[in-house]
Each structure stands twice: as C-alpha cells, then as structure tokens.
C-alpha cells in the first residue's frame, strides 16, 4: 500500500481513476470499477467526487517527469 495515487497510463476505461484507485490499495481494478458503478445507484455525490478525483489525482508520467 505505499504506492502513489496517480492515474495509470494502462488499464484505462475513462480517466484511470478506478485503476488508480485499484493499484494505490492493492485491490482489482474491475472490482473497484464494479463498487463505483453500484454506489451510482444509490443516491449521493459519486459522480462529482470521480470528477474531482479525475481533476486531483495526477497522471503517472507526469508524476516522473517531476521526480527526474
């Protein structure tokens, strides 16, 4: 569980969020994806958090470009 939250360049659907999500606690991403699509169901701000989540979590190669 010590790896980054960051948006993977691979195993994207939309914008990674759910795949980074997945990685960063060492869970499946499909089972991430799948919890994400069934909370939409119920009421409340899903949506908006995986828009923040998309506009907050940086994308991988951009996370390495800072480190180098």
């Known amino acids: 569980m010590s790896r980054k939250l960051v948006r993977p360049r691979d ?10 999500l997945a ?6 991403t499909g089972l991430v994806r799948l919890l994400f699509v069934l ?5 409340g701000p899903q949506v908006l ?3 923040a989540l998309w506009i907050i979590m940086p994308n991988e190669n951009a996370q390495q470009a800072y480190v180098a």
């Open 11 to 20: 195993h994207r659907m939309i914008a990674g969020v759910c795949a980074g």
């Open 49 to 51: 958090l995986y828009i």
């Open 39 to 43: 909370s939409v169901i119920l009421p």
């Open 23 to 28: 990685r960063r606690f060492g869970l499946s």
